[in-house]
């Protein structure tokens, strides 16, 4: 029996409530890669973002980079 591998991910995510009281919920993965979650409450919405985020790590993989920084 294979051993599970557990793999964790920080991704900044930002959440606020609409104007018709629904949470939402955002993350960019990647560049072009982002997801998004809804609900009647914060966590609904946190939870429906988690959901999404590891359907596109399993379809996309784990990124390398979560973000770059530039110095100017």
Do not use: K, N, Y
């Not at 599970?4 to 955002?26: F, K, L, N």
């Amino acid at each position: 029996m294979a051993a599970s591998r557990t793999t964790t991910v920080t991704v900044p995510i930002t959440v606020e409530c609409d104007e018709d009281g629904v949470w939402c919920a955002h993350a960019q993965l990647r560049p072009g890669v982002g997801a998004h979650g809804e609900g009647a409450t914060e966590q609904e919405a946190l939870d429906d973002l988690r959901e999404a985020l590891v359907g596109l790590i399993e379809e996309f993989g784990v990124p390398r980079e979560l973000s770059v920084t530039v110095a100017a």
